[in-house]
């Protein structure tokens, strides 16, 4: 499956942006789907997860309560609604495709995902 994010940008502090990611193929739904993200000189962390069917979804403590994953199968799209923008949201952010559409128990592993989108990046000033 190819992914393409798009939606990034710069906003202050407290503010909202949503992230897309487009799919392409058939078999969305067969696919959980994660954003992740990387800031500059840090490694790659875990963001957000969603299950094939959008049931199921969990958020690292990091942005609980501030961010929200969902996904739209009709339209091939996962999305990533953040709210409440910090600084330290700043980085360049992923969206992935896990090959089964449960998650699992290591949903917060890189390693588990086969495909990547290109990454977009969220800048927020103080």
């Known amino acids: 499956v190819q992914l393409q994010a798009f939606g990034g940008g710069l906003v202050q502090a407290g503010g909202s942006l949503r992230l897309s990611c487009a799919a392409s193929g058939r078999t969305f739904a067969s696919n959980a789907m994660a954003w992740f993200r990387q800031a500059p000189g840090k490694e790659r962390e875990f963001v957000a997860v969603?299950?094939?069917?959008?049931?199921?979804?969990f958020h690292a403590d990091s942005v609980k309560g501030r961010f929200t994953i969902s996904r739209d199968n009709a339209e091939n799209t996962v999305y990533l609604q953040m709210n409440s923008l910090k600084p330290e949201d700043t980085a360049v952010y992923y969206c992935a495709a896990h090959p089964r559409a449960s998650y699992g128990t290591t949903y917060y592993s890189e390693r588990d995902y086969l495909s990547w989108g290109q990454g977009t990046q969220v800048t927020v000033s103080s």
């Open positions: 969603v299950n094939g069917g959008g049931s199921s979804s």
